[in-house]
């Protein structure tokens, strides 16, 4: 999730926009989703783009998953 659209590569824009509810009670909505090339060897999936989002989010959970990685602690 992030509200930086210079970094999508691809973008599919929604026609109904979903909220996410942010830390200080409002919501923001979700106005398309895509795909992020974070390195030249990283490309993210299904990045969801919310213009009004303070910060960028990364799930480690389905990082790892979608990547076939493994955290060892």
């Known amino acids: 999730m992030t509200c930086i659209k210079q970094k999508f590569i691809l973008l599919n824009f929604f026609n109904k926009f979903l909220p996410v509810n942010i830390i200080d ?3 923001a909505p979700i106005s398309s989703n895509g795909v992020v090339q974070t390195t030249p ?4 999936t299904d990045v969801q783009y919310v213009p009004k989002f303070p ?3 990364l799930s480690i959970s389905q990082f790892t998953i979608f990547s076939l990685c ?3 602690s």
């Open 25 to 27: 009670g409002t919501q």
């Open 55 to 57: 910060v960028s989010l």
């Open 41 to 44: 060897s990283l490309i993210l």
């Open 70 to 72: 493994f955290i060892l």
